[in-house]
């Protein structure tokens, strides 16, 4: 290595220059060509990935995504992470990690108006903690490392989102051993603005260089590199400050700027600092930059041009105006009295011209800084790939109510209300769908249309099988997608991995992007944006492959919004078949430690025919409530839809369209494609069900209510199998969390 780039970059970029590099510009560069900020090793796999579609108007490439919905207005959306920051003090990384991706739809002139979170931690129980990969640290330390993780990282996501005031609207989290001592924290920003004045970044030479926002700082310094490796230590001057009240007066000066149409090009300031972002901004509008960094407005004294430039600091933006936007633009920092310093012009050349006190210090090509030499890696497939598919079944349960209710105890599953609660997720007034036992949030737009979002990730399923662990990610998201009564519009996924040297876990990677390309190509829902995070592991080991894929659905009119509370009297549907697929489940690994089995499979023709089934009955009014089953099975997802709806339910598990040989698997299997249905009028949606090709669909039961005693029944071969008090299943669903949060 020669500081952070490798040998065979030291020379590539010396004979790029045709000279040395001096250390500033190594530390320039080595900042852009970081894998966090370069996306070497990734760049030309995600190039394949489908991104066109109708309503795209950006796709990736930019900072967020841009998706057309009609009557001149978009939505935007990106995702980040703040993996390695948040592992090591989990409040500043995790709110950071907010601050970045709401600046990133900042950058692209539109309002942030959501925020949402996937996040992975070890686990918080003692009976989770069983199955971690160590064994040298007392199972009641870890416990209450992942605990201390967990309830930071929730905190400082929480109090960014309603310092600033924009809603965090919904989630997901898993736990699992592979995440010990580390955590996973992904954020995904949702926008909203009109199409005439997104910002899509063009310049003309003498333009000028504004800087806006926070000071600059020591905080950071060398972050995109410290989140380019595996954590090794804790690293905390690598973590940058959170000031939300800050970002807050930079949000609405910026939309102000827009508005007024006084701003050619913005860029935030995120992974590598000045470094990364002026490379990219003169990339962006082809025009070299000339800029004094002696000019930027310091928090500490005596910075040097190198640290100026690689410094993360936070609550920053990057501005290009003209002569004629300047005073507005000036103008309006004051009001929201936004420090700014101007740092130099936009110049007719190929080069990044950096000075300091206006001595040149830096200069080289934009392109060559802003294109990293794209790395070469090996892909192998794991000589032992499938060793775990081959596992003795679990012994059946004498008490599959208990096991049931343990389910429903799983932190995996368990109602987040302990989550959500410090969220305000209402603030804005746009949030129509809240968190909580919600497939996805719904989310008002000024053209009486609706937004749907979710995020879904199953990192047990893809650490069996990376390619149908990622589809079945997809699957999910959309699914929850159309359970809202949303039609899907588009995709971000985020990529986590671990070294990406690594041949096998490459050969991970490798495989989730096939997974992503099948199934948006089939489907015909672009993938608009996303970020591929590698590294991800610590002296224990890797993390298991941890895909997280972000749904947007489109929702066009008010009444076909679906929510999945059991009514009483609701006949109960399930379309989809459930199979013997109990690899990576929550029932195998959570509640007997079993890893292995047969991962669930997609099968994209009927994947598709199902979701266009259920769209189809939700335009018509024939759906009352919809679900769909995911982690837990068929077993959760009543209980989830029983709780929200205050009603129990009958239902009978020999009606289950499939081919499972055991009542625990059909009451817990986690296949892909299915939904549950609760309606009104069950003699109609048969007829239209019964009226679509191969449609895989059975009325399995009935919503009791309040005149009988409450109850969730499942009934097996002619016999009651499970009867549990419907208080009680809501007592393990909604309080467990909360409860072991306390311990």
Known sequence: MTGTLTVDEFRYLKEKLSREPNSIELDIVGAEWSEHCSYKSSKKYVRMLPSKGKRVVIGPGYDAGVLDVG??????????????????????????????????????????????????????????????????????????????????????????????????????????????????????????????????????????????????????????????????????????????????????????????????????????????????????????????????????????????????????????????????????????????????????????????????????????????????????????????????????????????????????????????????????????????????????????????????????????????????????????????GAEPIGIVDHLQFGNPEDPEIFWSFTQAVNAIIDYCKYMGIPVVGGKVSFYNETAKGPIKPSPVIGALGLIEQESWITKPALKDGDSIFVIGKTGDEMGGSEYYEWYHHITGGTVPSVDLHADKQNADAVMKLVRAGLVGCAHDCSKGGIAVALSEMAVHGKVGFDVNLDQLPGSCSRPDNLMFSESNSRYIIGTARPAELHSVLSGMDRISFAEIGTATGQRQKQSAKFSYKGRTLVSVGIADIESNLNDSLAKIMKQ
């Open 71 to 484: 009557d001149g207005y978009v939505v935007t959306v990106h995702i980040e992470s703040h993996n390695h920051p948040s592992a090591v003090e989990p409040f500043g990384g995790a709110a950071t990690g907010v601050g970045g991706v709401i600046r990133d739809i900042m950058s692209m002139g539109t309002r942030p108006i959501a925020v949402l979170d996937a996040l992975r931690f070890a686990p918080i129980t003692q009976d989770g903690a069983k199955r971690t990969r160590t064994t040298g640290v007392g199972g009641k330390g870890r416990v209450l490392k992942s605990k201390w993780l967990f309830k930071n990282v929730v905190k400082g996501i929480a109090d960014y989102g309603n310092c600033i005031g924009i809603p965090t609207v919904g989630g997901e989290v898993e736990f699992d051993p592979s995440f010990e001592d580390y955590c996973l924290v992904d954020v995904a920003s949702i926008g909203f603005g009109r199409r005439d004045l997104l910002v899509k970044n063009a310049a003309e030479p003498d333009d000028i260089v504004v800087l806006a926002g926070g000071s600059t700082g020591r905080d950071g310094i060398h972050g995109a590199s410290f989140a380019s490796k595996a954590l090794e230590g804790e690293n905390r001057s690598a973590v940058q400050i959170p000031d939300p009240f800050l970002e807050k007066l930079l949000l609405e000066a910026t939309i102000e700027a827009v508005d007024q149409k006084c701003v050619k090009a913005i860029k935030d300031l995120g992974g590598g600092g000045l470094a990364c972002c002026l490379s990219e901004v003169s990339d962006s509008i082809g025009n070299g930059l000339d800029v004094d960094v002696a000019k930027v407005h310091a928090r500490e004294s005596g910075m040097s041009p190198a640290e100026l430039m690689i410094s993360e600091s936070q609550e920053r933006m990057l501005f290009i105006t003209d002569d004629t936007g300047l005073e507005k633009l000036k103008a309006i920092l004051e009001k929201y009295r936004i420090p700014y310093s101007i740092l130099g012009s936009v110049r007719q050349n190929p080069d990044l011209v950096v000075r300091f006190n206006h001595d040149v210090v830096a200069r080289m090509p934009f392109q060559l800084v802003a294109h990293a030499p794209l790395a070469e890696r090996q892909a192998k497939r794991p000589h032992d790939f499938g060793r775990y598919v081959a596992v003795r079944p679990p012994a059946l349960p004498k008490d599959l109510g208990k096991v049931l209710l343990a389910m429903l105890a799983n932190p995996t599953i368990a109602g987040k209300g302990w989550i959500y609660s410090q969220y305000d997720h209402e603030v804005g007034v746009r949030t129509v769908v809240k968190p909580g036992p919600s497939d996805a949030s719904v989310l008002r737009l000024d053209n009486g249309k609706f937004i749907a979002a979710k995020l879904d990730g199953n990192s047990k399923h893809c650490f069996l099988d990376p390619y149908a662990g990622t589809m079945g990610c997809l699957s999910e998201s959309c699914r929850n997608i159309v359970c809202s």
